[in-house]
């Protein structure tokens, strides 16, 4: 009889913990889901919502980024970008959305070490690197030599 408990136990356990995964990654799934069809506020929601579950899921905070460049919200979107950088650093959609608002803000030197990381990790994107190299030629300081 002892056995027979243990052995239930650790089936309801397995079946919890089963569920509990399934649903974290469920809501993610289904934030990328709601974003690809432009609810961006629902997005969201479930995007926090598997932050609050997986703090460490850098596809969330990149995304929230995404909805936040969406709206405009440049403060937003950088805090997320800078958080998605934190806990993957290679990321480089995230190292490239984040040269674009440095460009913005004509912030050179920020532009110029992430262009150095991006080189070094682009797999995917590595096109894009001509078009942010061009525009830091626009922005980078000229020697005076006169």
Do not use: W
């Not at 262009?115 to 070094?120: A, G, T």
């Amino acid at each position: 009889m002892n056995k027979f408990l243990k052995l239930i136990g650790l089936i309801l356990l397995a079946v919890f913990f089963n569920s509990t995964s399934f649903s974290k990654e469920n809501f993610f799934n289904e934030a990328l889901e709601l974003f690809k069809k432009e609810k961006y506020e629902d997005a969201r929601f479930l995007f926090e919502r598997n932050i609050v579950f997986n703090p460490k899921d850098a596809n969330s905070y990149l995304y929230l980024a995404k909805i936040y460049n969406h709206e405009e919200n440049q403060r937003k979107e950088e805090y997320n970008l800078d958080t998605t950088l934190l806990i993957e650093p290679n990321n480089e959609e995230a190292l490239l959305m984040l040269m674009k608002i440095s460009l913005e803000k004509s912030n050179y030197e920020k532009v110029k070490d992430l262009l150095d990381r991006f080189v070094k990790v682009c797999k995917n994107l590595c096109n894009e690197n001509k078009g942010i190299q061009e525009s830091l030629k626009n922005i980078e300081p000229k020697n005076n030599d006169s």
